[in-house]
């Protein structure tokens, strides 16, 4: 079980932080401390290694910089301020709010909208802090707004003070994305241990050297092979060690050497590669594989039987697909009721919807689920390659063929399930052969005599409307009714658009860029705007930049600058469209249209509530705000 651990500057938000996380069954310790604290709290604590903490402020900002586990902060969002200074407005219009190493965003915007003066503190330190508070308190009218360490400064001088609290919503995303952290910190772990299991457990011989020569990687057959021992070896230089050792001359070429045979004498020999290790400016290594020569078939014949299970498997769940659009769940519901039959499926959706990823999470729901997944795209390959790819072919069948001949997708695919995509790029004359496979459950190899029967469930995709290929002459008619017993139809981007905040997040936490985040709700309005024609597939291209270009995004101090650098065709695009609104109004529209969506869905706001995981009374008083009327319970 993961262990988290939050160190909190005070009690409210250790009590509301105990409380959700009941809520939500996630296992949190919590312990008391601030900025200049918490490495006195951290220090008494006992048990297994933290695999995350939890804290805000300058005290995650300790916490980042002394201890090597990852820290998620709590960050505080826009509606925790917007409702802080609602509080401090009360007592004045002037406000002063505090925040650690870099200021909140949209604060000139919310002066606007409340009809307000905020003056930004930044502090690096308690030091900071205390001169700041006592600067400010000789400027006279404000209330300061801030964190447990601001609070009771400001008091101490004489100024009124509003706590900025983490709403339940921030303090609940906080926590789920700790989890997750700790989930892929505790798999990172996992990965390392089985990487230096298979080094030491593989046959071949793995040695490994810094951009000075000197060995770091020398695993047990390396030590049986050379003769040599890792503990005696480790940090000298591998000439000095190895017999003909040549890592010397890759480090210098920066070159790599494919199956070179090397003579280590007493007649041995073995079969080597030498491939460098580079990053973007300079070598910082080498490595090298090996293995005996005598054994080389049959490691080549293991290592080729284990590539052929490992591509023949899926991957996603339909539980893996993200979004709750209406839209998208509704396709869910539909490819779940689906994966619990063998009848054939065909898939439409634009390309880069996500048409495999929902074939795999059908066959991963079904009874076929360990069984093979068979994936082909039929325009990848040309046609004389295609049907002896789907079909196999027997020994002799046209020159080059294998000597024992070769199986075919079907083949392999027997027991489970063949996804073709792009069928309308099969030639027509095949798109007849995979009908008799339809009909008959069965196949002849190209050059064979011999029938051979298959079990498989085959799911179909294309691009475009099915019927307007059969129109075009690309898809047999006989074909399109035998794949038509099933249909699913993916839905585009912008038919889903609420989903786009969800996967952004996802693919951001997937890439362990969640920081970005903050980036990605400034530019939002943009997002929703655009009519992404590249699908989910361009939005993961969107946040691999974003993800590359972390650290400009960090520092920027104009978002719509940036945006035009890492989605200059989304800009273009969108040149034409100028916002109609400001950036509140279209925060309101799509949050109201999320609410909508989830009333729709649910039958009645309670349910949406549940759903939405936020109060009833939350959800009427957001819809009454930002409409004007009151919502049926």
Known sequence: MSRIVMISPFK?????????????????????????????AIDRLTGPEVDVFISRGGTSDYIARHYSAPVVNINTGLYDIMESCEEARKISRRIAITSFGKPFVGMRLLEKAMDITITELVFHSQADLEKLIADLSQEGDYCVVGGGQTVPEAQKNGLPAVFLRASRDTIRETLLQAVEVARLRREEKRRAYR?????????????????????EILNPAAERMLNVKA??????????????????????????????????????????????IKDETEIMGAVATFQDASRLIQVEHRLRREMVKNR??????????????????????????????????????????????FAQGIHAAG???????????????????????????????????????KLGLFEMGHGGTVFLDEIDA??????????????????????????????????AAANKLPHELVTAGKLREDLYYRLNVLYLEIPSLKERVQDIPLLCRHFLMTLQSGANWQFVEEVLPYLLRYNWPGNVRELVNFCQRLSFYREDVLQTNDAEQLLRRIAPNMMAALAAR????????????????????????????????????????????????????DVEP
């Open 12 to 40: 409210d938000l250790e009590d509301a932080a105990l409380e959700i996380a009941r809520e939500l069954n996630v296992p949190l310790e919590v312990y008391k401390g601030g900025m200049d604290s918490a490495g006195e």
């Open 578 to 629: 100028p916002l109609a609104e400001a950036l509140p109004a279209r925060v309101n529209e799509f949050e109201t249209r999320i609410i909508r969506d989830a009333i729709q869905a649910a039958g009645s706001l309670r349910k949406a509530a549940e759903k939405l995981g936020v109060p009833k009374s939350t959800l009427a008083r957001k819809l009454k705000n930002q409409t004007g009327s």
């Open 195 to 215: 990487l230096k299991a298979i080094l030491d457990s593989v046959y071949d011989g793995i040695i490994a050297v810094d951009a000075a020569g000197r060995l």
């Open 312 to 357: 023949f498997a899926a991957k996603y769940r339909l539980e893996d697909i993200v979004g709750e659009s209406p839209r998208l769940v509704e396709t869910k519901e539909m490819a779940e009721k689906y994966a619990l039959s063998d009848l054939t499926l065909l898939i439409y959706g634009p390309s880069g919807s996500g048409k495999e990823m």
């Open 367 to 405: 009874r076929r689920k360990n069984h093979p997944f068979v994936a082909i795209n039929c325009a990848a390959l040309p046609p004389t390659l295609l049907e002896s790819e789907l079909f196999g072919y027997d020994e002799g069948a046209f020159t080059g063929a294998k000597r024992k001949g």
């Open 426 to 459: 099969l030639p027509i004359e095949l798109q007849g052969r995979l009908l008799r496979v339809l009909q008959e459950k069965e196949v002849l190899r190209v050059g064979g005599d011999t029938i051979i029967p298959v079990d498989i469930r085959v799911i």
């Open 231 to 276: 503990s005696q070896s480790i940090g000298k230089q591998a000439k000095q060690i190895i017999p003909n050792s040549q890592l010397h001359e890759i480090l210098h070429t920066g070159k790599a050497e494919i199956g070179e045979l090397q003579d280590l004498g007493g007649g041995v020999q073995i079969v080597t590669n030498r491939v460098p």
